[in-house]
């Protein structure tokens, strides 16, 4: 198709329409360039996508629901994407960790609350996110930016000393209780690192601080809500999405203007392989991917029957018990075994939002961290471990879909072995993502660059990784 156009250079490609392939789209377009976003799939969006996935008029979000990182997102809070229909949900609590069937630790999105709630650790909380309350936004343009000179480098000098820490190590160094290190825990796990690694601490500090600054938010009407959003301001720019387009070949597309692919390794390899050097394609095949995730999205008669209350406020439950319990389970996931406890992380949009069913049932999701490319079905097991916290929670089932990491292998390609942070965020890999740190969104073709989750600053819906793409694209290009 594009082969034969002979295009100009007033024009780009974008090879997947992700939340960073549509930021680096949106990028080139308000350079001047007119753009097309090619999507395999038959909807866009990536893992913004909202389907149907249990009975009509139910909607379920296949893969993020909760965004922490969207509105910390320097370039998604630059667009007018509320102009285009995207409504932010901020629940009560935005995150909630069960230690028994009947306490919780809750975190609150006022710092101040926060201390005082925490006691004994509620100087050590404020000392430790605190530093971020003054000046979030500018702490977002360094945290999500490449390897760079930072706009404050003393201050990201000594972040940097507390995000190389462990998670464990972190926790136990700077909080006296129990319910204090679980909670720090349940944050870092989000790194789908074993948390006694070196680097797996730093996802819990960002998270943690955009819990007391930007939030923990959902979309009204889905992850969707945030691509439909993107795709409107991309068209208003002029430019175009085209969906069930699969590129199967770099032969398909034209060499004389940018292409930005938004694909982690294992997916360029196999459209590419032929076309890059010998040595750059062993790098990339040594670019490693963490532990897959397993997930369960339901329809329910009644909402969640918690034990605990204060769960039915929470935006976003981390189901762990102590720390050294979400430790082992996410250890387990990282040497290749599957946890008889696992650490588990759920929600329920409907209790916030009115527009995933159209009655007064309830969706929720829950998914955890398995082995890559696992095919095993635990969904017995999740269930089990939900009872525990929420008795009689299996008669509230009306109906479930599952998904197992491989199949989130299938479902969206970049989910490598059901790696949803599109690689892992170890040490190595946190400077040199996918294989070099100086420019990590070239490739050896001088008019080819990657925007995906493997590029900085790595996984999560903020579409960074795509902006930051599209710029060096433009640079290159001599355009800005």
């Not at 925490?118 to 945290?143: Q, S, T």
């Not at 430790?327 to 650490?343: L, Y």
Request: with cysteine; aromatic share 8%; proline share 9%.
């Amino acid at each position: 198709m594009f082969a034969n156009r002979n295009p100009t250079p007033e024009e780009a490609i974008v090879v997947g329409s992700g939340p960073n392939g549509l930021a680096a789209a949106i990028r080139l377009a308000q350079a001047g360039l007119r753009v097309t976003v090619l999507e395999s799939a038959d909807r866009p969006g990536g893992g913004a996508r909202t389907d149907e996935l249990i009975e009509p008029n139910v909607w379920n979000d296949p893969c993020s629901g909760i965004h922490p990182m969207a509105l910390a997102s320097p370039f998604f809070r630059s667009l007018p994407l509320d102009s285009h229909g995207l409504e932010w949900i901020h629940p009560e609590i935005p995150v909630a960790h069960p230690l028994t069937p009947e306490t919780s630790v809750a975190l609150h999105s006022d710092i101040e609350r926060m201390c005082r709630n925490l006691d004994k650790d509620g100087d050590a909380w404020g000392d430790l996110f605190g530093r971020f309350m003054n000046d979030w936004d500018v702490w977002c343009e360094d945290l999500l930016a490449p390897l760079r000179l930072p706009g404050r480098p003393l201050r990201m000098a000594r972040f940097g000393t507390l995000a190389l820490q462990s998670a464990t190590g972190l926790a136990r160094r700077h909080f006296q209780s129990p319910s204090t290190r679980a909670l720090f825990a349940g944050l870092a796990a989000h790194s789908l690192l074993d948390l006694n690694r070196p680097a797996s601490a730093a996802i819990g500090l960002v998270l943690g601080a955009a819990a007391h600054t930007s939030g923990w938010p959902l979309p009204r009407g889905g992850s969707a809500s945030i691509t439909r959003a993107l795709i409107t301001h991309l068209e208003q720019l002029g430019g175009q999405v085209l969906t069930n387009h699969r590129v199967r070949s770099l032969d398909e597309l034209p060499d004389n203007q940018p292409v930005l692919l938004d694909l982690t390794p294992a997916s360029l390899i196999k459209i590419g392989e032929n076309h890059f050097p010998a040595a750059w394609i062993r790098k990339l095949r040594r670019y490693h991917y963490g532990p897959g995730a397993f997930k369960i999205d339901y329809l329910l008669s009644d909402p969640v029957p918690w034990n605990d209350p204060q769960l039915r406020n929470a935006g976003t439950i981390h189901l762990g018990g102590p720390m050294e319990d979400v430790a082992a389970s996410e250890q387990a996931a990282a040497r290749g075994t599957h946890s008889p406890t696992p650490f588990l992380l759920l929600s329920q949009p409907s209790l916030f939002d009115d527009t995933r069913t159209p009655d007064d049932r309830h969706t929720l999701w829950v998914y955890g961290h398995v082995p890559n490319g696992s095919n095993r079905d635990e969904t017995d097991t999740y269930e089990r471990r939900i009872e525990q916290f929420a008795p009689g929670f299996r008669t509230t089932i009306l109906g479930r879909h599952s998904r197992t990491a491989e199949g989130f292998s299938q479902y969206n390609p970049n989910y490598h072995g059901g790696d949803i942070n599109g690689g892992e965020a170890n040490i190595r890999q946190l400077f040199h993502r996918p294989v070099s740190a100086l420019s990590p969104y070239d490739t050896p073709l001088p008019h080819l660059f990657l925007c995906s989750s493997a590029t900085p600053p790595g996984g999560g819906v903020h579409g960074m990784c795509g902006f930051h793409s599209a710029n060096r694209a433009l640079k290159q290009f001599g355009i800005e």
